[in-house]
């Protein structure tokens, strides 16, 4: 029965469809697993088995009854700490919101919902899911599975680290600086950050619960949802599902994903992007993905070092800044007057983190709009690109899972090749770099690294169209050994 821990959700759903296994049984399977192995891993933090049994056992009976719920009929599956479903706390991390029990599901989990979902635990987070590991003061620490004193990622660790454990059928999680991509990429599973604003965010925390009572929600720039998975057929089927506008626009838009640009491995054009002066990657990840490019290139797949022309340092100057705007409406006004206060003593070579955090949250309207114009003509470099090439590959994180580190966010750093490296540069710089400018990227298993932890690889697609980098991702699984189980989870 061990197998049916890493089977993906595609093979899981044709298992209970076939009858080979009830969705009774696959629930139970992955509670019994939740209560002996979460406790070494803790990714599992909230559950409604009770609520949970009765869907699984309605599921069982409209299959003996001829009728499908759809492509996740009877699917057993978890949800992030910072996404509202009701029957179950959401939290974020924060203890203010430890007993905030959702009146309505988030819009992402009706279209889960109504293909079949059982949904039935939410995994762990960091506080409001704004750092590259998964703690709080609610849930506590949760670890990697590969090695659990190593972080699992953040800030949708939980998700990825359940998955790798053969905790659950399938996540769903949330990506501004690499959420979804760093804990796909430090556990070893798929993970896909969609385009901007494809995915409806009402119902994610932040923002705080609340503000936004009616269909009407803001999302923030950047900020997207998407699925993570053990498997690429699984990251295509979700996204689907969860794919369509906002419900207010939904009496006039449609949207629906193009076809990937290309079938066969060898028909891709592959852009390269492997390193950076200004953002270096660790020899140990480096090592794996040549091999990983050298496999390709036996393979036939078209690869060259090509990529877009974006000055990478500006690039994620122009990111920071925008991404430390999005938040600001959150904080109190006095805590806002500080930094306004603040602001015009820094010096201006000061390029730590939480000086860019500063300016980014008091900038003026008039300074957004012209980085938002820089970024337009980012995202013309790479609509340019992509007329030539159909996927860029480029690295997910520069090192490979690191050590647990709960001090000074400001203080905080992490060795590349033997150098230390600021914090926040090192996890979100190769995130920055696709996701400022509302780019899908999918990440697939690469391989393990010298230190025995897994490696994953950032696809790149062009906007829109999110089914090209995802296929791709399916044909790296025909020549690699795609998701492999961490040692000791059976």
């Known amino acids: 029965m061990n197998e049916l821990a890493y089977l993906s959700a595609t093979r899981l759903v ?16 992955y509670i019994d ?12 933090v909230a559950t409604d088995f009770d609520n949970a049994r009765i869907r699984a056992r309605k599921a069982d009976e409209a299959l003996l009854r001829g009728e499908d719920w759809g492509p996740l009929h009877g699917l057993p599956m978890t949800i992030k700490d910072s996404i509202e479903v009701t029957g179950m706390p959401c939290t974020s991390g924060a203890p203010k919101l430890k007993g905030h029990m959702p009146q309505r599901n988030a819009d992402v989990i009706e279209p889960l919902l109504d293909a079949g979902a059982v949904i039935f635990g ?59 991509r760093n804990p796909a990429h430090f556990c070893g599973v798929y993970g896909h950050k969609s385009s901007f604003d494809m995915i409806s965010f009402r119902g994610h925390i932040p923002p705080f619960p609340g503000l936004f009572p009616g269909d009407y929600a803001l999302g923030g720039d950047i900020a997207v949802l998407g699925p993570l998975a ?19 626009l939904r009496s006039a838009w449609k949207l629906e994903l193009p076809p990937s640009r290309k079938e066969d491995l060898k028909d891709f054009k592959v852009g390269l992007w492997l390193d950076d002066p200004d953002f270096p990657v660790d020899h140990s990840v480096a090592d ?83 980085l938002d114009y820089m970024r337009l003509m980012m995202r013309q470099k790479w609509a340019d690109f992509f007329k030539d090439f159909d996927v860029l590959l480029c690295p997910a994180v520069p090192i490979t899972a690191f050590a647990h580190d709960h001090g000074e966010f400001f203080d905080r750093t992490l060795t590349v090749n033997g150098g230390k490296r600021p914090y926040m540069d090192t996890l979100s710089a190769w995130a920055g770099l696709t996701g400022v400018s509302y780019l899908p990227a999918t990440i697939a298993p690469a391989g393990l690294a010298k230190d025995g932890l897994p490696v994953g690889v950032q696809i790149v697609g062009p906007y829109l169209e999110d089914k090209t980098p995802i296929c791709f991702a399916k044909r790296l699984a025909e020549i690699t050994p795609g998701f492999v189980p961490p040692p000791g989870f059976a």
């Open 288 to 370: 794996c993905l040549s091999d990983l490019v050298d496999t390709l290139a036996k393979s036939g797949a078209g690869i060259e070092a090509k990529k877009p022309d974006i000055d990478f340092k500006a690039c994620h100057d122009i990111y920071l800044k925008l991404l430390t705007a999005v938040p600001n409406a959150g904080i109190s006004k006095d805590a806002f007057d500080l930094l306004v206060k603040e602001a015009p003593t820094l010096d201006k070579n000061d390029k730590s983190f939480r000086a860019q955090l500063i300016r980014g949250t008091t900038m003026l309207h008039r300074d957004w709009v012209v």
């Open 122 to 180: 939410k995994t762990n987070l960091p506080l409001f899911a704004q750092d590259f590991q998964s703690f709080n003061e609610v849930h506590g620490q949760t670890n990697n599975p590969w090695d659990v004193t190593r972080v699992p990622g953040g800030s949708s660790g939980g998700a990825a680290a359940a998955l790798a454990a053969g905790l659950t059928g399938l996540e769903i999680g949330s990506d501004i600086g690499g959420s979804i």
């Open 230 to 248: 053990r498997s690429s057929e699984d990251l295509d089927m979700v996204m689907d599902i969860i794919t369509m506008p906002k419900k207010p």
């Open 14 to 29: 044709a298992e209970i469809k076939a009858k080979h296994i009830s969705a009774v049984e696959l629930l139970e399977f």
């Open 33 to 44: 697993r939740i209560k002996r192995l979460n406790p070494r891993i803790n990714a599992v």
